[in-house]
């Protein structure tokens, strides 16, 4: 893939752009006699919160929601042009990476806890497979519900979910063009239309021929999506959603502590760790498919019936860099094997496990409805839930085939292995059924109590790379919740709620004793106070308190011949303050803040060095701040300023060796006319202005701990042609 374009498409749109709009200010100069028509002045100002579509509390807008919910609009994403998983978590200081790299699909962390990509993301509140690389390009917006969401989505991950909203049909054909420094070429239409009054399509579709700033990782992909809405009859309406995206890019591995304790210096961001030729792009191939029925049975009640699948397929092929058991510097076992060594050696592994195939399909009834007994009001929610997950992989080949380091100017090339894969098996076949009730009861004006719950039931099955049964787990939990929400006054309201999870067991790393075995389900629990203020329909401020609780499962040092277990000991604490803020601070200030402080623990975990400090990859405090600003004299004209912060950040279990904290400073301008009548918008953004160099992520994956480094300077430039 070539870096080098000496024509973009962006560069045609300018050239096409500039001679019209040239030859309108022409035609306006020759008029003879202009017209002098009054002022008129349009603003626009922000809708109210809407409801967050997969929060466990039921109806009820931002205000009446008694949790932390944040919503990512489809206006901010723009803005921002946010294009990936990453780039979507620097929008909130609750959010943090957690194993994303680049060219490959990413996870991202809530609360400090990582994202289940079996039931953590979801597409119009229906799980999807976590494992693809998301596409923006048909989401309306992006919701972000925090801590515990039992009711909601049942054995998951502590932390919270992810929600992305489909754009629904409307009037509107827009064309974007997008290039950046490097020399990427995108493209992107949204294309909508109501072809009868009761029947409404959407089509969204890129192309997207990236230019990445490491070497060797550019990549290519495509995407469309269908949106259709079907009003049946007065009562009844339809919406069905269906998206297809393939991609391809190399992966680029992660550094490693060097001998297990110190952080690699003298880093090249730009630079691929274990570069081999005969090195593959990593192919992921994903379907989302979503279906919903809403029938009004009455103006008080109304049933719902949703339907989703979806398939990822990842060709996964690599050099992946990985520790240093065959580097001289470790052949003793002074040091760590799963780890670089001290000089920054490191092994190469020919890893390649194609075909590699994720399966989720999710079918929900529900019926809502309001009712009175008395003065006291109900609206009740009640239904069931069916979802089930199967993952199917080859015996996968990882192979040494030879040692760099990470200071090479060129990585040494080696010959890669003979092996092959091995057949395809089934490797994961999960079942979930549930029963769910929520009641919001209402006592006059101002209080409202939430009672409800989720009775699930789990049948799992996992089997070796040669398919042969491992674990066979059923388990049944009834996960209660509640909230107390005192709607002080019209704009304020104070909530205090608690929430139980559950979520799956770990699975022991390779070099602990116990290799391969899954620990058993652990049940979380969170305690949350917080108030929101919705001083207008245009900006919105809240503060949430919480405490979360779960058993803490770990790799314990002991005297086994590896050296280490995987157990269940202790407990985790996560502990925590966030505060937001979205809208319009003034006519012209736009503000998008978020601030969290975050203590996360193990105790009583029978280790005193793991104890009393930060968990890995858990900043304590995190910020995020993004202004975008009108300016009066420049009509259509805006300036943008962005701010993240992180603080240092635990890389290794005893808490001795951190990340340094980082600050990043964006930028941006934005300038939006009419052209031959129709509506123009550019984009010009620039992030990490400084070019601060940082450690973005300390995340894990099946046991080990990575480092990535944040991106350098980016600078991005796009153009949208209302059609």
Known sequence: MNRYYPISLLSAALCAAFPLYAQDAAEDASDPSPTELATVRVVAEKSAPQAVQSSSFGAGDWKDTPASARVLDRELLDRRQVRTLSELARNDASMGDSYAPVGYYQNVAIRGFALDTGTGYRFNGLAIAGEQRLALENIQRVEILKGAAGLAAGVMAPGGIINYVGKRPAEVRTLTLGTDEEGSRYAAVDVGHWLTPRLGVRVNAAWDDSASYIEHADGRRNFYSLAADWLIGERSKLEVDANYQTSTQRSASGYQLLG???????????????????????????????????????????SRVAASHSRTVIDDSVAFAYGCYYAPQCADGSVPGNAFAPNGDYDIYDYRSPDDTRRNRELRAELRGRFATGAIGHELTVGVDAFDRTVDRHRNVNAYVGTGNIHDAQVPQFLPSELMPGPLVRRLDSRQTAAFALDRI???????????????????????????????????????????????????????????????????????????????????????????????????????????????????????????????????????LELTADGQLSERLQVSASAAVLQARARDTGTAAYQGHQLINVPKTRASVHADYQLPFAPGLSVAGGWRYASANVATADGRTRAPAYSVVDAGLRFQHRMADRAVSWNLSVDNVFNRFYWRDTGSSSGDYYLFPGAPRQLRLSVTFAL
Do not use: C
């Open 442 to 576: 209402s006592f006059g004006d101002d209080w409202q109590w939430l009672a409800g719950g989720r009775y699930v039931r789990l049948d799992e099955r996992s089997y070796s790379k040669r398919g042969a049964p491992e674990r066979n787990d059923t388990l049944s939990r009834f996960l209660p919740q509640t909230a107390l929400i005192w709607n002080a006054t019209a704009h304020t309201s104070a909530y205090a709620s608690y929430v139980a999870g559950l979520s799956l067991g770990g699975e022991a790393p390779f070099w602990t004793s116990n290799d391969g075995a899954f620990l058993p389900s652990v049940l979380s629990r969170q305690v949350e106070v917080g108030a929101k203020f919705a001083a207008s329909d245009a900006l919105s401020v809240g503060a949430a308190l919480f405490r979360i609780t779960r058993p803490f499962q770990y790799a314990m040092p002991d005297g086994s011949d590896a050296g280490f277990t995987f157990v269940e000991a202790g407990r985790q604490i996560h502990t925590g």
């Open 260 to 302: 297990g304790v110190a952080l690699p210096g003298r880093v090249d961001r730009t630079h691929m760790l274990g570069y081999q030729a005969w090195q593959q792009p990593v192919g992921i191939d994903s379907t989302n498919i979503t279906v919903q029925h809403t029938y009004d049975l009455s103006p008080e009640w109304q």
